[in-house]
Protein backbone atom coordinates (compact mmCIF):
# COMPACT_ATOMS: atom_id res chain seq x y z
CA UNK A 1 0.00 0.00 0.00
CA UNK A 2 1.71 3.20 -1.16
CA UNK A 3 -0.25 6.34 0.50
CA UNK A 4 0.67 9.24 -2.13
CA UNK A 5 -0.73 12.44 -3.19
CA UNK A 6 0.84 11.46 -6.86
CA UNK A 7 -1.51 10.41 -9.03
CA UNK A 8 -1.56 6.52 -9.49
CA UNK A 9 -2.93 6.23 -12.92
CA UNK A 10 -3.84 2.83 -13.57
CA UNK A 11 -3.83 0.69 -17.51
CA UNK A 12 -7.19 1.76 -18.48
CA UNK A 13 -7.52 5.04 -17.27
CA UNK A 14 -4.06 5.76 -18.42
CA UNK A 15 -5.37 7.14 -22.22
CA UNK A 16 -8.52 8.47 -21.33
CA UNK A 17 -8.53 12.40 -21.41
CA UNK A 18 -9.53 13.66 -17.32
CA UNK A 19 -13.66 14.78 -17.10
CA UNK A 20 -12.15 17.17 -14.16
CA UNK A 21 -9.16 18.41 -13.09
CA UNK A 22 -7.96 20.37 -9.80
CA UNK A 23 -4.40 22.03 -10.13
CA UNK A 24 -2.81 23.75 -6.80
CA UNK A 25 -6.53 24.79 -5.45
CA UNK A 26 -6.19 26.76 -2.21
CA UNK A 27 -8.82 28.45 -0.15
CA UNK A 28 -8.44 30.95 1.64
CA UNK A 29 -11.00 32.28 4.65
CA UNK A 30 -10.43 35.35 7.04
CA UNK A 31 -8.14 36.68 4.81
CA UNK A 32 -6.12 39.63 5.80
CA UNK A 33 -6.67 38.60 9.27
CA UNK A 34 -5.28 37.08 12.58
CA UNK A 35 -7.59 33.85 11.68
CA UNK A 36 -6.59 33.49 8.25
CA UNK A 37 -6.56 29.91 7.19
CA UNK A 38 -6.20 27.98 4.06
CA UNK A 39 -9.51 25.13 4.10
CA UNK A 40 -7.82 23.69 0.90
CA UNK A 41 -3.84 24.00 0.58
CA UNK A 42 -2.75 22.96 -2.89
CA UNK A 43 -4.77 20.56 -3.57
CA UNK A 44 -4.35 18.32 -6.80
CA UNK A 45 -7.42 15.69 -8.27
CA UNK A 46 -7.62 14.36 -11.27
CA UNK A 47 -11.36 12.54 -11.96
CA UNK A 48 -11.60 10.26 -14.99
CA UNK A 49 -14.82 9.24 -16.72
CA UNK A 50 -16.70 6.88 -14.93
CA UNK A 51 -15.01 7.09 -11.50
CA UNK A 52 -16.48 6.53 -8.83
CA UNK A 53 -14.23 7.84 -5.58
CA UNK A 54 -15.35 7.79 -2.40
CA UNK A 55 -13.87 10.41 -0.06
CA UNK A 56 -13.01 9.87 3.44
CA UNK A 57 -11.80 12.40 6.08
CA UNK A 58 -12.13 13.81 9.61
CA UNK A 59 -14.41 16.80 10.76
CA UNK A 60 -13.02 20.16 8.98
CA UNK A 61 -10.45 18.04 6.90
CA UNK A 62 -12.49 20.27 3.59
CA UNK A 63 -14.17 17.74 2.28
CA UNK A 64 -17.58 19.85 1.51
CA UNK A 65 -15.68 23.29 0.87
CA UNK A 66 -13.76 20.68 -1.78
CA UNK A 67 -17.14 20.16 -2.94
CA UNK A 68 -17.76 23.67 -3.42
CA UNK A 69 -15.13 24.72 -4.77
CA UNK A 70 -15.88 22.15 -7.90
CA UNK A 71 -19.48 23.35 -7.53
CA UNK A 72 -18.98 27.14 -7.72
CA UNK A 73 -20.69 27.63 -4.03
CA UNK A 74 -17.29 28.81 -3.24
CA UNK A 75 -13.87 30.03 -5.17
CA UNK A 76 -10.71 28.87 -5.78
CA UNK A 77 -8.29 31.69 -4.34
CA UNK A 78 -5.53 29.88 -6.12
CA UNK A 79 -5.23 27.44 -8.43
CA UNK A 80 -7.92 26.54 -11.61
CA UNK A 81 -10.47 23.98 -12.19
CA UNK A 82 -10.78 22.57 -15.00
CA UNK A 83 -14.04 20.17 -17.15
CA UNK A 84 -12.44 18.67 -19.98
CA UNK A 85 -9.65 20.30 -19.71
CA UNK A 86 -10.76 23.88 -19.96
CA UNK A 87 -11.39 26.26 -17.09
CA UNK A 88 -14.33 26.75 -15.48
CA UNK A 89 -13.25 29.01 -12.67
CA UNK A 90 -15.13 31.97 -13.28
CA UNK A 91 -18.46 29.74 -13.87
CA UNK A 92 -20.94 30.61 -11.65
CA UNK A 93 -23.06 27.82 -9.75
CA UNK A 94 -25.89 27.87 -11.73
CA UNK A 95 -23.94 28.13 -14.92
CA UNK A 96 -22.01 24.44 -13.90
CA UNK A 97 -25.26 22.80 -13.22
CA UNK A 98 -25.70 21.89 -16.70
CA UNK A 99 -22.59 19.47 -15.80
CA UNK A 100 -22.82 18.73 -12.24
CA UNK A 101 -25.48 17.45 -9.57
CA UNK A 102 -25.17 17.47 -5.74
CA UNK A 103 -27.11 15.64 -2.73
CA UNK A 104 -26.30 17.20 0.84
CA UNK A 105 -26.15 15.61 4.07
CA UNK A 106 -29.31 17.39 4.98
CA UNK A 107 -32.39 15.94 3.18
CA UNK A 108 -34.59 19.79 3.65
CA UNK A 109 -31.82 21.31 1.39
CA UNK A 110 -32.05 19.00 -1.66
CA UNK A 111 -36.00 19.35 -2.49
CA UNK A 112 -39.35 22.21 -2.74
CA UNK A 113 -41.46 21.22 0.31
CA UNK A 114 -44.46 22.91 -0.63
CA UNK A 115 -44.26 21.29 -4.21
CA UNK A 116 -44.98 17.62 -4.28
CA UNK A 117 -42.73 14.96 -5.61
CA UNK A 118 -43.33 14.70 -9.23
CA UNK A 119 -43.32 18.67 -9.39
CA UNK A 120 -39.59 18.71 -8.24
CA UNK A 121 -38.56 15.80 -10.43
CA UNK A 122 -39.79 17.74 -13.36
CA UNK A 123 -38.05 20.99 -12.12
CA UNK A 124 -34.77 18.81 -11.56
CA UNK A 125 -35.46 16.64 -15.48
CA UNK A 126 -34.43 20.24 -16.49
CA UNK A 127 -31.45 20.79 -15.03
CA UNK A 128 -29.01 23.60 -16.57
CA UNK A 129 -31.53 24.29 -19.11
CA UNK A 130 -33.77 27.10 -20.04
CA UNK A 131 -36.78 27.20 -18.64
CA UNK A 132 -39.14 29.33 -20.97
CA UNK A 133 -43.00 29.80 -21.34
CA UNK A 134 -44.13 26.06 -22.35
CA UNK A 135 -46.75 24.36 -19.91
CA UNK A 136 -45.09 21.73 -17.92
CA UNK A 137 -46.38 18.52 -19.16
CA UNK A 138 -46.29 16.98 -15.90
CA UNK A 139 -48.55 14.51 -16.61
CA UNK A 140 -47.11 13.13 -19.38
CA UNK A 141 -44.83 12.56 -17.03
CA UNK A 142 -46.02 10.55 -14.49
CA UNK A 143 -45.38 6.85 -15.28
CA UNK A 144 -42.13 7.45 -15.63
CA UNK A 145 -41.37 9.35 -12.44
CA UNK A 146 -43.37 5.96 -10.99
CA UNK A 147 -40.86 3.62 -12.53
CA UNK A 148 -38.07 6.02 -11.45
CA UNK A 149 -39.66 6.15 -7.77
CA UNK A 150 -40.33 2.58 -7.67
CA UNK A 151 -36.66 1.89 -7.69
CA UNK A 152 -36.28 3.63 -4.48
CA UNK A 153 -38.04 0.97 -2.66
CA UNK A 154 -39.47 2.87 -0.08
CA UNK A 155 -43.00 3.65 -0.62
CA UNK A 156 -41.86 7.02 -2.81
CA UNK A 157 -43.83 6.04 -6.20
CA UNK A 158 -47.40 6.27 -4.28
CA UNK A 159 -46.52 9.71 -2.71
CA UNK A 160 -45.89 11.64 -6.05
CA UNK A 161 -48.67 13.87 -5.74
CA UNK A 162 -48.01 14.61 -2.12
CA UNK A 163 -46.16 17.76 -1.02
CA UNK A 164 -42.36 16.86 -0.36
CA UNK A 165 -42.41 18.20 3.24
CA UNK A 166 -44.73 15.80 4.50
CA UNK A 167 -42.12 13.08 3.04
CA UNK A 168 -40.44 10.94 5.83
CA UNK A 169 -36.67 11.87 5.90
CA UNK A 170 -35.73 9.03 3.99
CA UNK A 171 -38.22 9.52 1.20
CA UNK A 172 -37.13 13.20 0.85
CA UNK A 173 -33.76 11.75 0.70
CA UNK A 174 -34.09 9.59 -2.04
CA UNK A 175 -35.77 12.02 -3.67
CA UNK A 176 -32.98 13.89 -3.33
CA UNK A 177 -30.94 11.87 -5.07
CA UNK A 178 -32.84 10.99 -8.06
CA UNK A 179 -33.63 14.06 -8.78
CA UNK A 180 -29.58 14.89 -9.02
CA UNK A 181 -29.18 11.66 -10.76
CA UNK A 182 -32.45 11.61 -13.82
CA UNK A 183 -30.70 14.21 -15.80
CA UNK A 184 -27.39 11.79 -15.70
CA UNK A 185 -25.32 14.87 -14.74
CA UNK A 186 -21.41 14.23 -15.78
CA UNK A 187 -20.31 14.58 -12.47
CA UNK A 188 -22.14 13.30 -9.24
CA UNK A 189 -21.41 14.92 -5.98
CA UNK A 190 -22.47 12.89 -2.84
CA UNK A 191 -21.87 14.68 0.57
CA UNK A 192 -22.52 12.42 3.57
CA UNK A 193 -25.99 12.18 1.68
CA UNK A 194 -26.58 9.06 3.94
CA UNK A 195 -26.17 10.07 7.26
CA UNK A 196 -29.05 11.56 8.18
CA UNK A 197 -31.09 8.52 7.85
CA UNK A 198 -31.48 5.64 10.43
CA UNK A 199 -29.13 2.48 9.88
CA UNK A 200 -31.47 0.34 7.97
CA UNK A 201 -33.09 3.34 5.74
CA UNK A 202 -29.45 4.78 5.33
CA UNK A 203 -28.03 1.23 3.77
CA UNK A 204 -31.07 1.16 1.51
CA UNK A 205 -30.15 4.37 0.15
CA UNK A 206 -26.50 3.46 0.09
CA UNK A 207 -27.59 0.35 -2.14
CA UNK A 208 -30.01 2.24 -4.80
CA UNK A 209 -27.17 4.48 -4.86
CA UNK A 210 -24.59 2.46 -6.16
CA UNK A 211 -27.03 0.84 -8.89
CA UNK A 212 -28.21 3.74 -9.91
CA UNK A 213 -24.12 5.01 -10.73
CA UNK A 214 -23.83 1.40 -12.21
CA UNK A 215 -25.97 1.56 -14.32
CA UNK A 216 -26.12 4.94 -15.53
CA UNK A 217 -21.56 4.94 -15.63
CA UNK A 218 -21.98 7.83 -13.71
CA UNK A 219 -18.87 9.42 -12.81
CA UNK A 220 -19.06 10.40 -9.14
CA UNK A 221 -17.44 11.57 -5.81
CA UNK A 222 -18.86 10.41 -2.54
CA UNK A 223 -17.87 11.62 0.80
CA UNK A 224 -18.42 9.41 3.51
CA UNK A 225 -17.98 9.13 7.32
CA UNK A 226 -18.72 5.18 6.94
CA UNK A 227 -15.23 3.13 6.31
CA UNK A 228 -17.15 0.35 5.57
CA UNK A 229 -19.01 2.24 2.74
CA UNK A 230 -15.72 3.89 1.77
CA UNK A 231 -14.07 0.27 1.10
CA UNK A 232 -17.35 -1.30 -0.41
CA UNK A 233 -18.57 1.01 -2.77
CA UNK A 234 -16.12 2.81 -5.72
CA UNK A 235 -13.25 2.37 -7.69
CA UNK A 236 -11.40 4.74 -5.74
CA UNK A 237 -10.81 5.64 -2.74
CA UNK A 238 -9.02 9.20 -0.94
CA UNK A 239 -8.57 10.68 1.92
CA UNK A 240 -8.56 14.32 2.99
CA UNK A 241 -6.47 16.16 5.71
CA UNK A 242 -6.12 19.72 6.22
CA UNK A 243 -7.01 20.69 2.44
CA UNK A 244 -4.73 18.12 0.78
CA UNK A 245 -5.33 14.66 -0.18
CA UNK A 246 -3.07 12.20 1.71
CA UNK A 247 -4.13 9.06 0.19
CA UNK A 248 -5.14 7.58 -2.99
CA UNK A 249 -5.92 4.28 -3.75
CA UNK A 250 -7.71 2.72 -7.19
CA UNK A 251 -8.98 -0.44 -8.75
CA UNK A 252 -6.91 -3.85 -7.48
CA UNK A 253 -5.17 -1.99 -5.11
CA UNK A 254 -8.43 -0.27 -3.53
CA UNK A 255 -10.27 -3.88 -3.40
CA UNK A 256 -7.17 -4.99 -1.23
CA UNK A 257 -7.35 -2.75 1.30
CA UNK A 258 -8.46 -3.48 4.45
CA UNK A 259 -10.87 -1.96 6.89
CA UNK A 260 -7.76 -2.24 9.64
CA UNK A 261 -5.05 -1.05 7.30
CA UNK A 262 -7.64 2.00 6.59
CA UNK A 263 -8.29 2.69 9.93
CA UNK A 264 -4.14 2.61 11.39
CA UNK A 265 -3.76 5.63 8.50
CA UNK A 266 -6.14 7.31 10.30
CA UNK A 267 -4.45 6.37 13.53
CA UNK A 268 -1.18 7.92 12.08
CA UNK A 269 -2.63 10.83 11.21
CA UNK B 1 -78.78 45.43 -1.97
CA UNK B 2 -77.16 48.27 -3.83
CA UNK B 3 -74.23 48.40 -0.98
CA UNK B 4 -73.98 44.44 -1.33
CA UNK B 5 -73.37 44.90 -5.35
CA UNK B 6 -70.91 48.03 -4.53
CA UNK B 7 -69.22 45.83 -1.96
CA UNK B 8 -68.55 43.29 -4.54
CA UNK B 9 -67.74 45.18 -7.13
CA UNK B 10 -65.09 46.65 -4.79
CA UNK B 11 -63.73 43.11 -3.79
CA UNK B 12 -63.37 42.40 -7.44
CA UNK B 13 -61.45 45.45 -8.25
CA UNK B 14 -59.20 45.08 -5.30
CA UNK B 15 -58.46 41.86 -5.76
CA UNK B 16 -55.67 42.37 -8.34
CA UNK B 17 -53.81 43.95 -5.72
CA UNK B 18 -54.17 40.66 -3.28
CA UNK B 19 -53.47 38.55 -6.49
CA UNK B 20 -49.91 40.71 -7.47
CA UNK B 21 -49.38 40.64 -3.84
CA UNK B 22 -49.54 36.54 -3.33
CA UNK B 23 -46.66 36.45 -5.71
CA UNK B 24 -44.39 37.67 -3.47
CA UNK B 25 -45.89 37.25 -0.12
CA UNK B 26 -47.22 34.06 -0.71
CA UNK B 27 -44.48 32.37 -3.56
CA UNK B 28 -41.17 34.32 -3.15
CA UNK B 29 -42.22 34.16 0.30
CA UNK B 30 -40.89 37.79 1.63
CA UNK B 31 -43.52 41.01 2.26
CA UNK B 32 -42.87 44.11 -0.43
CA UNK B 33 -43.69 47.32 0.88
CA UNK B 34 -43.42 48.51 -2.77
CA UNK B 35 -46.60 47.68 -3.12
CA UNK B 36 -47.41 50.96 -1.47
CA UNK B 37 -45.79 53.15 -3.83
CA UNK B 38 -46.68 51.26 -6.81
CA UNK B 39 -50.57 51.51 -6.42
CA UNK B 40 -50.57 55.09 -6.48
CA UNK B 41 -47.81 55.29 -9.27
CA UNK B 42 -50.12 53.40 -11.30
CA UNK B 43 -53.40 55.56 -10.27
CA UNK B 44 -51.18 58.59 -11.31
CA UNK B 45 -50.01 57.19 -14.36
CA UNK B 46 -53.61 55.89 -15.98
CA UNK B 47 -55.08 59.27 -14.60
CA UNK B 48 -52.45 61.94 -15.94
CA UNK B 49 -52.71 59.69 -19.53
CA UNK B 50 -56.39 59.94 -19.33
CA UNK B 51 -56.60 63.71 -18.59
CA UNK B 52 -54.55 64.29 -21.48
CA UNK B 53 -56.83 62.08 -24.20
CA UNK B 54 -54.71 58.50 -24.22
CA UNK B 55 -57.03 55.75 -24.37
CA UNK B 56 -58.42 54.49 -21.15
CA UNK B 57 -57.68 50.57 -21.91
CA UNK B 58 -53.77 51.88 -23.21
CA UNK B 59 -53.62 54.14 -20.19
CA UNK B 60 -54.05 51.40 -17.95
CA UNK B 61 -51.91 48.82 -19.88
CA UNK B 62 -49.23 52.23 -19.28
CA UNK B 63 -49.66 51.25 -14.98
CA UNK B 64 -49.13 48.17 -15.44
CA UNK B 65 -45.50 48.36 -17.44
CA UNK B 66 -44.42 51.52 -14.69
CA UNK B 67 -45.28 49.26 -12.06
CA UNK B 68 -42.86 46.43 -13.51
CA UNK B 69 -40.45 49.19 -13.27
CA UNK B 70 -40.32 50.02 -9.35
CA UNK B 71 -40.59 46.48 -9.14
CA UNK B 72 -37.72 45.99 -11.12
CA UNK B 73 -35.94 48.86 -9.20
CA UNK B 74 -36.90 47.03 -5.96
CA UNK B 75 -35.75 43.81 -7.46
CA UNK B 76 -31.94 45.04 -8.23
CA UNK B 77 -31.40 46.57 -4.90
CA UNK B 78 -32.28 43.24 -3.33
CA UNK B 79 -31.08 41.21 -5.38
CA UNK B 80 -28.17 42.73 -7.23
CA UNK B 81 -27.13 45.85 -3.90
CA UNK B 82 -28.21 43.18 -1.06
CA UNK B 83 -30.14 45.37 0.48
CA UNK B 84 -32.85 43.32 2.70
CA UNK B 85 -36.04 43.36 0.93
CA UNK B 86 -37.90 45.93 3.69
CA UNK B 87 -35.43 48.43 3.12
CA UNK B 88 -35.47 48.22 -0.87
CA UNK B 89 -39.47 48.62 -0.78
CA UNK B 90 -39.36 51.10 1.15
CA UNK B 91 -36.84 53.14 -0.82
CA UNK B 92 -38.82 52.66 -4.09
CA UNK B 93 -41.78 53.60 -2.24
CA UNK B 94 -40.72 56.57 -0.80
CA UNK B 95 -39.26 57.50 -4.29
CA UNK B 96 -42.46 56.61 -6.04
CA UNK B 97 -44.25 59.65 -3.70
CA UNK B 98 -42.25 62.04 -5.57
CA UNK B 99 -42.36 60.59 -8.61
CA UNK B 100 -46.29 60.13 -8.60
CA UNK B 101 -46.53 64.18 -7.94
CA UNK B 102 -44.22 65.14 -11.01
CA UNK B 103 -46.65 62.51 -12.88
CA UNK B 104 -49.54 64.54 -12.27
CA UNK B 105 -48.30 67.83 -11.40
CA UNK B 106 -50.86 68.01 -7.95
CA UNK B 107 -51.86 66.31 -5.07
CA UNK B 108 -55.41 64.80 -6.75
CA UNK B 109 -55.97 64.92 -10.29
CA UNK B 110 -59.60 64.34 -11.44
CA UNK B 111 -60.78 62.45 -14.05
CA UNK B 112 -64.39 64.78 -14.55
CA UNK B 113 -65.38 64.95 -17.78
CA UNK B 114 -62.79 62.51 -19.25
CA UNK B 115 -63.57 58.64 -20.64
CA UNK B 116 -62.24 55.96 -18.39
CA UNK B 117 -62.92 52.38 -18.44
CA UNK B 118 -66.20 52.65 -16.65
CA UNK B 119 -67.87 55.48 -19.04
CA UNK B 120 -69.25 53.60 -22.29
CA UNK B 121 -73.26 52.82 -23.10
CA UNK B 122 -73.17 49.51 -22.32
CA UNK B 123 -72.19 49.74 -18.73
CA UNK B 124 -74.43 52.99 -18.65
CA UNK B 125 -77.08 50.60 -19.14
CA UNK B 126 -76.23 47.99 -16.62
CA UNK B 127 -78.12 49.16 -12.97
CA UNK B 128 -76.29 50.98 -10.35
CA UNK B 129 -72.96 49.30 -9.18
CA UNK B 130 -72.88 46.47 -11.80
CA UNK B 131 -70.04 48.65 -13.85
CA UNK B 132 -67.65 48.04 -11.31
CA UNK B 133 -69.01 44.51 -10.81
CA UNK B 134 -68.86 43.92 -14.86
CA UNK B 135 -64.86 45.60 -15.21
CA UNK B 136 -63.97 43.58 -12.06
CA UNK B 137 -64.85 40.19 -13.17
CA UNK B 138 -63.64 40.58 -16.53
CA UNK B 139 -60.17 41.63 -15.32
CA UNK B 140 -60.44 39.10 -12.19
CA UNK B 141 -61.01 36.46 -14.77
CA UNK B 142 -58.29 37.33 -17.33
CA UNK B 143 -55.90 37.91 -14.94
CA UNK B 144 -56.39 34.59 -12.94
CA UNK B 145 -56.60 32.37 -16.31
CA UNK B 146 -53.09 34.14 -17.01
CA UNK B 147 -51.69 33.46 -13.44
CA UNK B 148 -52.80 29.42 -13.50
CA UNK B 149 -51.51 29.61 -16.94
CA UNK B 150 -47.47 31.18 -16.10
CA UNK B 151 -47.13 29.00 -12.31
CA UNK B 152 -47.90 25.98 -14.77
CA UNK B 153 -45.13 26.70 -17.07
CA UNK B 154 -41.80 25.07 -16.93
CA UNK B 155 -40.70 29.19 -16.33
CA UNK B 156 -43.81 29.21 -13.54
CA UNK B 157 -42.55 26.41 -11.72
CA UNK B 158 -38.65 27.49 -11.97
CA UNK B 159 -40.23 30.68 -10.35
CA UNK B 160 -41.98 28.74 -7.83
CA UNK B 161 -39.06 26.70 -6.83
CA UNK B 162 -37.04 29.97 -6.18
CA UNK B 163 -39.82 30.93 -3.40
CA UNK B 164 -39.72 27.23 -1.99
CA UNK B 165 -36.19 25.98 -1.56
CA UNK B 166 -33.32 29.04 -3.00
CA UNK B 167 -30.45 26.83 -2.57
CA UNK B 168 -32.20 23.84 -4.07
CA UNK B 169 -33.49 25.84 -7.06
CA UNK B 170 -30.00 27.40 -7.88
CA UNK B 171 -28.42 23.39 -7.28
CA UNK B 172 -30.65 23.01 -10.37
CA UNK B 173 -29.75 25.62 -12.18
CA UNK B 174 -32.61 28.24 -11.45
CA UNK B 175 -31.10 31.96 -11.98
CA UNK B 176 -32.91 32.77 -8.60
CA UNK B 177 -31.95 36.57 -8.83
CA UNK B 178 -33.80 36.95 -12.05
CA UNK B 179 -36.74 34.43 -10.58
CA UNK B 180 -36.77 37.17 -8.17
CA UNK B 181 -36.78 40.30 -10.01
CA UNK B 182 -39.18 38.87 -12.29
CA UNK B 183 -41.87 38.06 -9.38
CA UNK B 184 -41.49 41.52 -8.28
CA UNK B 185 -42.37 43.26 -11.78
CA UNK B 186 -45.01 40.93 -12.36
CA UNK B 187 -46.66 41.69 -8.60
CA UNK B 188 -45.95 45.51 -8.87
CA UNK B 189 -47.28 45.24 -12.45
CA UNK B 190 -50.64 43.77 -11.32
CA UNK B 191 -50.76 46.78 -8.24
CA UNK B 192 -50.10 49.58 -10.04
CA UNK B 193 -52.86 48.30 -12.61
CA UNK B 194 -55.19 48.28 -9.41
CA UNK B 195 -54.26 51.61 -8.48
CA UNK B 196 -55.25 52.13 -12.26
CA UNK B 197 -58.61 50.40 -11.86
CA UNK B 198 -59.50 51.92 -8.58
CA UNK B 199 -58.69 55.53 -9.38
CA UNK B 200 -60.94 55.17 -12.77
CA UNK B 201 -63.90 53.25 -10.76
CA UNK B 202 -63.10 56.71 -8.18
CA UNK B 203 -62.73 59.04 -10.65
CA UNK B 204 -59.76 61.02 -9.69
CA UNK B 205 -56.11 59.88 -8.39
CA UNK B 206 -54.29 60.85 -4.88
CA UNK B 207 -51.12 61.23 -4.25
CA UNK B 208 -52.23 59.54 -0.33
CA UNK B 209 -54.02 56.62 -1.80
CA UNK B 210 -51.52 54.10 -1.10
CA UNK B 211 -51.36 54.37 2.46
CA UNK B 212 -52.52 51.36 3.91
CA UNK B 213 -52.42 49.01 0.70
CA UNK B 214 -50.34 46.41 1.34
CA UNK B 215 -52.94 45.14 4.67
CA UNK B 216 -55.45 45.58 2.32
CA UNK B 217 -54.08 43.44 -0.27
CA UNK B 218 -52.54 40.93 2.76
CA UNK B 219 -56.34 41.15 4.26
CA UNK B 220 -57.75 39.51 1.23
CA UNK B 221 -54.93 36.73 1.07
CA UNK B 222 -55.25 35.67 4.72
CA UNK B 223 -59.51 36.01 4.64
CA UNK B 224 -59.26 33.70 2.06
CA UNK B 225 -56.55 30.90 3.81
CA UNK B 226 -58.77 31.25 6.57
CA UNK B 227 -61.76 30.93 5.15
CA UNK B 228 -61.09 28.04 2.83
CA UNK B 229 -58.16 25.92 3.79
CA UNK B 230 -55.82 23.90 2.33
CA UNK B 231 -56.12 24.39 -1.28
CA UNK B 232 -54.49 23.53 -4.63
CA UNK B 233 -52.18 26.60 -5.96
CA UNK B 234 -54.99 27.21 -8.36
CA UNK B 235 -58.34 26.94 -5.75
CA UNK B 236 -56.00 29.31 -3.91
CA UNK B 237 -55.86 32.16 -6.54
CA UNK B 238 -59.32 31.66 -6.37
CA UNK B 239 -59.78 31.95 -2.55
CA UNK B 240 -57.70 35.29 -2.87
CA UNK B 241 -60.44 36.88 -5.30
CA UNK B 242 -63.12 35.66 -2.45
CA UNK B 243 -61.33 36.47 0.53
CA UNK B 244 -61.29 40.09 -1.44
CA UNK B 245 -64.70 40.47 -1.29
CA UNK B 246 -65.22 38.89 1.85
CA UNK B 247 -63.22 41.39 3.74
CA UNK B 248 -65.51 43.96 2.08
CA UNK B 249 -68.57 42.75 3.36
CA UNK B 250 -66.41 42.96 6.76
CA UNK B 251 -66.41 46.35 6.20
CA UNK B 252 -69.42 47.19 5.04
CA UNK B 253 -70.92 45.82 8.08
CA UNK B 254 -68.24 47.73 10.48
CA UNK B 255 -68.86 51.07 8.97
CA UNK B 256 -72.76 50.09 9.68
CA UNK B 257 -71.66 50.66 12.68
CA UNK B 258 -71.25 54.46 12.53
CA UNK B 259 -67.44 54.38 11.87
CA UNK B 260 -66.19 56.54 9.69
CA UNK B 261 -64.32 56.62 6.50
CA UNK B 262 -61.50 58.32 7.85
CA UNK B 263 -61.17 54.66 10.33
CA UNK B 264 -60.57 52.74 7.28
CA UNK B 265 -57.11 52.05 7.99
CA UNK B 266 -57.38 51.36 11.99
CA UNK B 267 -60.35 48.56 11.01
CA UNK B 268 -58.36 47.23 7.94
CA UNK B 269 -55.40 46.48 10.38
CA UNK B 270 -57.63 45.44 12.66
CA UNK B 271 -59.63 43.09 10.64
CA UNK B 272 -56.24 41.67 9.64
CA UNK B 273 -54.65 41.16 13.13
CA UNK B 274 -57.68 39.28 13.81
CA UNK B 275 -57.35 37.06 10.92
CA UNK B 276 -53.58 36.63 11.17
CA UNK B 277 -53.89 36.02 15.34
CA UNK B 278 -56.87 33.26 14.91
CA UNK B 279 -54.79 30.37 14.93
CA UNK B 280 -52.65 31.50 17.76
CA UNK B 281 -55.96 31.96 19.54
CA UNK B 282 -57.24 28.20 19.00
CA UNK B 283 -53.47 27.15 20.06
CA UNK B 284 -53.36 29.73 22.87
CA UNK B 285 -56.70 28.67 24.12
CA UNK B 286 -55.96 24.78 23.65
CA UNK B 287 -59.42 24.44 22.19
CA UNK B 288 -58.80 21.05 20.87
CA UNK B 289 -57.19 19.45 23.61
CA UNK B 290 -60.23 21.09 25.72
CA UNK B 291 -62.27 19.47 24.04
CA UNK B 292 -60.43 16.18 24.02
CA UNK B 293 -60.17 15.93 27.86
CA UNK B 294 -63.86 17.01 28.61
CA UNK B 295 -65.16 14.18 26.61
CA UNK B 296 -62.70 11.66 28.43
CA UNK B 297 -63.16 13.14 31.52
CA UNK B 298 -67.10 12.37 30.90
CA UNK B 299 -66.47 8.94 29.58
CA UNK B 300 -64.56 8.16 32.98
CA UNK B 301 -66.98 9.19 35.48
N1 LIG C 1 -16.91 30.20 5.28
C1 LIG C 1 -16.06 29.72 6.20
N2 LIG C 1 -15.44 30.56 7.05
C2 LIG C 1 -14.57 30.09 7.98
N3 LIG C 1 -14.27 28.81 8.13
C3 LIG C 1 -14.86 27.92 7.32
C4 LIG C 1 -15.80 28.32 6.31
N4 LIG C 1 -16.23 27.22 5.68
C5 LIG C 1 -15.60 26.18 6.25
N5 LIG C 1 -14.77 26.59 7.22
C6 LIG C 1 -13.88 25.74 8.03
O1 LIG C 1 -13.09 24.99 7.15
C7 LIG C 1 -12.90 23.68 7.63
C8 LIG C 1 -13.34 22.66 6.61
O2 LIG C 1 -14.75 22.65 6.51
P1 LIG C 1 -15.54 21.56 5.67
O3 LIG C 1 -15.07 21.58 4.27
O4 LIG C 1 -17.00 21.79 5.88
O5 LIG C 1 -15.08 20.22 6.38
P2 LIG C 1 -15.65 18.74 6.23
O6 LIG C 1 -16.76 18.73 5.25
O7 LIG C 1 -14.47 17.94 5.77
O8 LIG C 1 -16.07 18.31 7.60
C9 LIG C 1 -13.63 23.60 8.95
O9 LIG C 1 -12.70 23.79 9.98
C10 LIG C 1 -14.62 24.73 8.87
O10 LIG C 1 -14.90 25.21 10.15
MG1 LIG D 1 -18.85 18.29 5.47
Redesign the interface.
Known amino acids: MNATTNETVNADTATETPLLELKDVSTVVNAHTANETKILNGLNLTVYPGDFITVLGSNGAGKSTLFNVI?GNLNADEGDVLLHGKSIKRES???R??FL??VFQDP????????TVA?NL???S????R??????GLRRHLDEYKTMASTMNNNLENRLNTATGSLSGGQRQALSFL?AVESKPELLLLDEHTAALDPKTSQQLMTATNDRIAADHLTCLMITHRLEDALKYGNRLIVLNAGKITFDVRGEEKKQLTREQLFNFFEDL | MSLITSAIGQGLLWAVLGLGLFLTFRILDFPDMTVEGTFPLGAATAVALIYRGMNPLLATLCAFLVGMVAGLITGLLYTKGRIPILLAGILVMTAAYSVNLRIMGRANLSLLGKSSLFKNDFLASLPQYFDSVFVGLVVIIVVTLLLV??L???????F??TG??P?????????TDRMTIMGLMISNGMIAMGGALVAQNNGYADVNMGIGIIVIALASIIIGEVAFGDLSLTQRLVAVTLGSILYRFVLLIVLQLNFSANDLNLLSAIILAICLLLPRFRKFFHFDRLIERSVRDERNN
Open positions: GEEQTRARKLGTAPRMELLAKRGQRGLIPRM | FFNTNLGQAIADNTMARSIGIK
